[in-house]
């Protein structure tokens, strides 16, 4: 499980139609609003959920800002199936770095 907070700033006179918005993206709940500031909570079971989640928040009209302020993630799952798999193996082996083969970044995959 994936638990994020994020902060949003939203003029207050455009909230009303942000939050009927906000409360159409299933993952999402607010928690607390305070002046121009809202403080939302994203709950997702992967990564690219929770990205996913975001991103739908990021393009809401009306919204000034986003900030994601904490996450957690539950990593027990992959752990398991790294140490399970021979990756560790493979990571150790002594390779020269021209070598290495570069797949890219997590921004390019959710870009």
């Not at 929770?50 to 739908?56: Q, R």
Request: with cysteine; proline share 1%; charged share 30%.
């Amino acid at each position: 499980m994936n638990i994020s907070s994020i902060l949003l700033i939203v003029k207050q006179e455009d909230q009303e139609e942000f939050l009927k918005n906000l409360k159409k993206i299933k993952g999402c709940s607010i928690e607390l609003i305070e002046k121009e500031k809202i403080i939302a909570v994203i709950e997702s079971d992967t990564l690219e959920n929770e990205l996913s989640i975001y991103k739908s928040i990021e393009a809401l009209p009306k919204l000034i800002s986003i900030n994601m302020v904490f996450s957690y993630q539950d990593l027990d799952e992959d752990i398991q199936k790294v140490t399970n798999s021979n990756a560790i193996e493979v990571i150790e082996k002594n390779e020269r770095a021209e070598d290495i083969e570069y797949h890219g970044t997590i921004f390019n995959k959710f870009s």
